[in-house]
Structure formats: structure tokens, C-alpha cells
């Protein structure tokens, strides 16, 4: 019997600096990386770094292409999955300004 293990798309790295953060926010980082990846051609890398500052919570969301593209978006607010969403509203325009036939082509497979 043979099990196959599915290879991820990119190397994800979620860090939280001068905070925890919990499980459940991970795997929501989790996907939401994933299905930023699917946006991208080639993906290569994502990256979440949580911090908190004096009031607010931060979320900067760091993605390499295989082009050697890196796309930066940052997103702040009271909390961090709130802060989470700002930053993927950042990159989604940062994408579809990118690469907009791409764009598209991914919508359709996440459909």
C-alpha cells in the first residue's frame, strides 16, 4: 500500500513578535496564505508576522513569487484576524494590479 503526501505549494511561515497568538488564528493564516499562493504564479514563499504595538495589533503579510517578486502588505487594527483581513484586502489589489489575467484564472479555480 502506498501513501502519497501532498507536497505544499510554497514554504509558509507564520511568526507572532512581542504577542501570542492562538491555534486557531494560525490555521486561518494558514489558509488564507494558501489561497493567496493560488493567486500567484509560482509561488515560492509566504510569510504572516503578528506584532503588537501601543493600541494596535499589526499583520504583515510578505509573498515571493518565482520571478523573485516579493509583495508586501500590511494591516492594522484592534486585532489580529481583524488586522489579518486588512492586509489580504492590501494584497489581493496589489495582485490584481500585478497581474490581472492571472487574476482572473485563479478566481476561477478557487470557484
Sequence with gaps: MTFSVE????NLSITARHCEIS????ERTRQVLERLGSLV????EAAVVFDVGPQVA?????LKSG?????????Q????????????DKMRRQLEREDPASRRRGARELA
Design 7 to 10: 507536497e505544499p505549494l510554497m
Design 41 to 44: 504564479r509560482r509561488p515560492v
Design 67 to 75: 520571478r523573485s517578486d516579493v509583495l508586501v502588505a500590511t494591516g
Design 23 to 26: 491555534e486557531e488564528l494560525r
Design 77 to 88: 487594527d484592534r486585532d489580529h484576524r481583524s488586522a489579518l483581513d486588512r492586509a489580504v
Design 58 to 62: 499589526t499583520a504583515e503579510i510578505r
